[in-house]
């Protein structure tokens, strides 16, 4: 599942790629997936682009959003019209070279308006393909955006101000669950999932398993900073694109963090600061990677 640094990457090329432009049109192939009314949406221009824990915010002009959550598989591919045709360019997993495909649920048609410099304008589509159907795509008015919608109940975002040990020591002292399962608690913690919350553990040199409320002071410091770290490296690398997920990069490009990835996946495989080896367990129904020899 896209996590913080693949969202936030998604966002920053959608950014350059469609603000200022203005949603002509928006072909809705499964109703399950689009939420909300496409008339309140088309002719709206695209002012902003927003991130918040592992949903994207499209801003639109007459005070209206669209927000995206990817689920397992969702993939977001801006593909600029050149002449008639539309490019793709590389291979989309679970799509293939041609868009729209049978996992395309969703089309926006976006045109460039022409007060734009001839030379510079690009129209375009933009694709939602989803293969296995959880994500969504919800109309949500601004008014209602940071009280009523599901951007509402998020946590502290790790990049943010807020997101100091103060605040961890709170949240880990009243909880006896597994820090692992915490670090991955939306409503605590936002947009931190399983790929990072293991790698971050592994940073940290802590137990997936130990109890929130038995963390030290010491260690809460030297989460607070993996979490960050980790997080901080999935961006710088364009996010993961594991072998088992669909995520991808507006452009169709993977990510590269999957060969930088600490613990996580890397079950039998030699530690990466030790001679040990790392091993896999359940934790809360999620795949959990540590090194027995490095995490207390
Ligand atoms: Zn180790």
Request: glycine share 8%; aromatic share 8%; with cysteine.
């Amino acid at each position: 599942m896209p996590e913080l640094p693949e969202v936030e990457t998604i966002k920053r090329s959608l950014q350059k790629a469609i603000v200022g432009k203005k949603i002509v049109d928006i072909e809705v192939r499964k109703a399950k997936i689009f939420q909300g009314d496409t008339k309140e949406v088309i002719g709206k221009t695209i002012e902003k682009v927003e991130r918040r824990g592992k949903i994207l915010i499209i801003q639109l002009s007459g005070g209206k959003n669209l927000l995206v959550h990817f689920k397992l598989t969702g993939q977001m591919v801006w593909a600029p019209r050149e002449g008639e045709s539309v490019a793709v360019g590389h291979p989309i997993p679970f799509a293939g070279t041609k868009l729209p495909a049978k996992t395309t649920h969703v089309i926006f048609e976006i045109d460039d308006p022409p007060s734009h410099k001839a030379s510079a304008r690009q129209s375009g589509k933009l694709f939602y393909n989803d293969l296995r159907q959880f994500g969504w795509i919800k109309v949500v008015e601004s008014s209602k955006l940071k009280v009523q919608s599901e951007v509402a109940k998020l946590g502290v975002e790790p990049f943010d101000k807020e997101f100091t040990v103060d605040y961890l020591t709170q949240v880990f002292s009243k909880t006896s669950r597994p820090i692992k399962l915490i670090l991955m608690d939306q409503e605590k913690i936002a947009g931190v999932g399983n790929i990072y919350a293991n790698d971050a553990l592994f940073e940290a040199g802590i137990l997936p398993a130990k109890p929130a409320k038995k963390l030290r002071n010491f260690e809460i410091e030297k989460l607070r900073k993996a979490v960050i770290k980790v997080l901080e490296d999935g961006l710088k690398f364009g996010g993961s694109s594991a072998a088992d997920e669909a995520y991808i990069k507006p452009s169709g490009e993977k990510g590269e963090y999957q060969e930088h990835f600490r613990v996580y996946q890397r079950d039998g495989e030699k530690c990466r600061k030790c001679d040990g080896v790392i091993r896999r367990i359940n934790l809360g129904g999620r795949g959990t990677f540590w090194c027995p020899k490095c995490q207390r």
